[in-house]
T-cell receptor
Framework: GAVVSQHPSWVICKSGTSVKIECRSL??????MFWYRQFPKQSLMLMAT?????????EQGVEKDKFLINHASLTLSTLTVTSAHPEDSSFYIC????????????FGDGTRLSIL | SQQGEEDPQALSIQEGENATMNCSYK?????LQWYRQNSGRGLVHLIL?????REKHSGRLRVTLDTSKKSSSLLITASRAADTASYFC???????????FGAGTRLFVKA
C-alpha cells in the first residue's frame, strides 16, 4: 500500500519551455503533498508544501511564479516549472502524507529534468 | 545549516559486516525517521522512532534515539550488496508541519 506515482520520470526540453510534473497517490488520500529538489549526491531540499484545495506554502528562496503548484484533489498534485532554463535542471521528487502531520512520507520515483 | 547532519558521509563495507550511520539534529523533535534512496529513485521509509522512544527494531535494522544528545543511529546488521544506497535521517520538528532531511550517508556494500 501507500503507492505514489510520479510522471514523467525523465524530461528533456528546450530552454523557455514549461514542464508539468504530476504526483498521484494511488491507493490513499494524501492530506499533504511535498515537492523537493535534489542535486547530485545531496540531500532533498523542500520547495513547497501543498494541501488539497489551498495555496501551496513555499520555502524561502523558492519562486512561486517559477514553480507553480496545484493540488486539485486529495490524490493529485502538480508542479509546473514555467519558462524553464538550464539552471532549473535537477531531480524533482514529490511525496505524499496521509493522516496527521509528522507521519512518514511516501515518495514518488522522481523526475529528472534536463533543460537544454 | 541543516537540522539533520549525518556521518559518515560515505561508508564502504564488506557484505556480512554491520553498518552504522549517525544523525545529529539541533532542535526539539516530535519524531525521527530514516529513509533509504536507491540511485535515481525516490525515498523509501524505513523506520520511525518517536521522541519518547529510545530504541526500535525492524528486521536487520536497529535505530536508537538519544534526545539529550540530539542524536540517532541506524545500524544495519549482516549487510548485503542490495543494501547499497543512500540513507537519510529526517526530523519532524515539535509543533512543525514539515520534515527536514539530513545530508545523507552513502553506503556501499561490496559483495
Amino acid at each position: 500500500g501507500a503507492v505514489v506515482s510520479q510522471h514523467p520520470s525523465w524530461v528533456i526540453c528546450k530552454s523557455g519551455t514549461s514542464v508539468k510534473i504530476e504526483c498521484r497517490s494511488l491507493d490513499f488520500q494524501a492530506t499533504t503533498m511535498f515537492w523537493y529538489r535534489q542535486f547530485p549526491k545531496q540531500s532533498l531540499m523542500l520547495m513547497a508544501t501543498s494541501n488539497e484545495g489551498s495555496k501551496a506554502t513555499y520555502e524561502q528562496g523558492v519562486e512561486k511564479d517559477k514553480f507553480l503548484i496545484n493540488h486539485a484533489s486529495l490524490t493529485l498534485s502538480t508542479l509546473t516549472v514555467t519558462s524553464a532554463h538550464p539552471e532549473d535542471s535537477s531531480f524533482y521528487i514529490c511525496s505524499a502524507q496521509q493522516g496527521p502531520i509528522n507521519q512518514p512520507q511516501h515518495f514518488g520515483d522522481g523526475t529528472r529534468l534536463s533543460i537544454l | 545549516s541543516q537540522q539533520g547532519e549525518e556521518d559518515p558521509q560515505a561508508l564502504s563495507i564488506q557484505e556480512g559486516e554491520n553498518a552504522t550511520m549517525n544523525c545529529s539534529y539541533k532542535t526539539s523533535i516530535n519524531n525521527l525517521q530514516w529513509y533509504r534512496q536507491n540511485s535515481g529513485r525516490g525515498l523509501v521509509h524505513l523506520i520511525l522512532i518517536r521522541s519518547n522512544e529510545r530504541e526500535k527494531h525492524s528486521g536487520r535494522l536497529r535505530v536508537t534515539l538519544d534526545t539529550s544528545k540530539k542524536s540517532s543511529s541506524l545500524l544495519i546488521t549482516a549487510s548485503r550488496a542490495a543494501d547499497t544506497a543512500s540513507y537519510f535521517c529526517a526530523t519532524a520538528l515539535t509543533g512543525g508541519f514539515k520534515t527536514i532531511f539530513g545530508a545523507g550517508t552513502r553506503l556501499f556494500v561490496k559483495a
